[in-house]
């Protein structure tokens, strides 16, 4: 067995959430370790939509990726939100906010693509070993071993602070993680979508009876994220594309014209969950990794980033002596449980009341939303929320 001791924090996933906190670390003059399970680039052609907020926008532009990335994002101008069979709609400008944008959407693979390349043009203090899976985490009082497997040898490296920033990893064999989960019992089908209309850089979000669905202006198509039971998603799935086009339709309504094509489909079991540390010190849990949200309102892969940025901030004001101590960890959970703890019931709140067909539920929504189209204090709150996380 090889033993290693290194002074600094080590990250566990080099994804997005990982590499903004590596990168973060950097620009603070902190050095870093991180490991990833994959080789580099495996991610590249991963067509996955992301929705950024402003917010998110603003924090690459301070690390120098929004410059990288910019091209391949498509701009979210405008939102436009309504409600199947009944009446109720509601509007949100950029412009009524003095931003350039709402959101922006960009794949997952060209995000990997900007992020790897501004490690390439600043490489100072970040270590980043590929292609080595995590294999066990220990916590004691003093430091995180991670114990991973190199040439048939098992290696363990030693740090005062280990984050868990691999939103893929299975957390259940680690002592101490324990995680709290709902699931709704719902599937969302995601794939591109090809309208007879162009997006005009409209993103819609339309709430059914069998539950959320979003339209999201992705190059010159459409991300297509429709939601609902699984069996319900069964059936859908199991149409041929004119079918599949016809029912999208027919869900949808005519605010983009006809459907004419639809891409891959792919598909995902929708839940709620919430870790929970047992131990307090030397390891802490980030991004999807530590809460993972119901698509509804884009803002998952955003609270990431921003428990990335408070994180980093965090680190910063602890001397290297104190990294990954319990009250400097405690510090950090207390700073971001508002926003992850709103951001959780927000979203369960919108499942609940919006995907439902109970007798006056649909009055309320609509009652609900077209209170929202007149009042800019409330759409003006909603997206600093979405935003920013307050």
Not at 284 to 302: D, L, S
Not at 357 to 380: E, F, N, Q, S, Y
Request: net charge neutral; with cysteine; charged share 20%.
């Amino acid at each position: 067995m090889l033993r290693e001791s290194i002074d600094h924090p080590v990250i566990i996933g080099a994804g997005p959430v990982g590499l903004v906190l590596a990168l973060s670390l950097q620009q603070l003059g902190l050095p870093v370790t991180v490991l990833e399970a994959q080789e580099r680039g495996a991610m590249y052609g991963d067509g996955r939509a992301l929705a950024l907020s402003y917010g998110t926008r603003l924090e690459l532009e301070k690390l120098g990726v929004w410059a990288l990335l910019e091209p391949d994002v498509t701009p979210i101008e405008t939102i436009h939100i309504s409600q199947q069979k009944g009446f109720g709609r509601t509007l949100l400008h950029a412009r009524e906010q003095a931003i350039p944008a709402l959101g922006y959407v960009v794949s997952y693979g060209a995000l990997m693509r900007a992020l790897d390349q501004c490690l390439d043009e600043r490489p100072e203090g970040i270590a980043v070993r590929y292609g080595l899976p995590v294999g066990g985490l220990t916590v004691d009082a003093g430091s995180a071993e991670i114990s991973m497997a190199m040439l048939a040898e098992i290696h363990t490296l030693c740090s005062p602070l280990a984050i868990v920033a691999d939103g893929g990893r299975s957390l259940d064999a680690i002592p101490g993680l324990v995680r709290e989960t709902k699931h709704y019992g719902h599937d969302a089908l995601v794939g591109l979508v090809k309208a007879e209309q162009p997006h005009r850089y409209i993103a819609y979000e339309r709430f059914t009876p069998k539950g959320p669905m979003a339209l999201l202006p992705n190059g010159d198509q459409f991300s297509l994220v429709w939601t609902g039971e699984q069996a319900y998603i069964d059936q859908i799935n199991a149409l041929d594309d004119a079918a599949f086009l016809q029912a999208l339709h027919q869900a949808f309504g005519d605010r983009v014209g006809r459907f004419l094509h639809i891409g891959k489909r792919g598909r995902f079991p929708l839940k709620l969950s919430k870790l929970t540390q047992t131990f307090p010190a030397h390891c802490v849990v980030i991004g999807n990794a530590a809460q993972t949200m119901h698509p509804v309102a884009g803002q998952g892969f955003n609270v990431g980033i921003r428990d990335a940025v408070a994180l980093a901030k965090s680190i910063r004001e602890t001397p290297s002596s104190a990294w990954g101590v319990a009250s400097m960890l405690d510090h950090y959970r207390q700073s971001r449980a508002q926003d992850t703890g709103r951001g959780l019931l927000f979203t369960d709140f919108l499942v609940n009341v919006f995907s439902n067909d109970l007798i006056g539920v649909g009055l309320l929504r609509g009652a609900g939303l077209g209170l929202l189209g007149v009042l800019p204090g409330a759409r003006r709150f909603l997206i600093n929320k979405m935003s920013y996380g307050r």
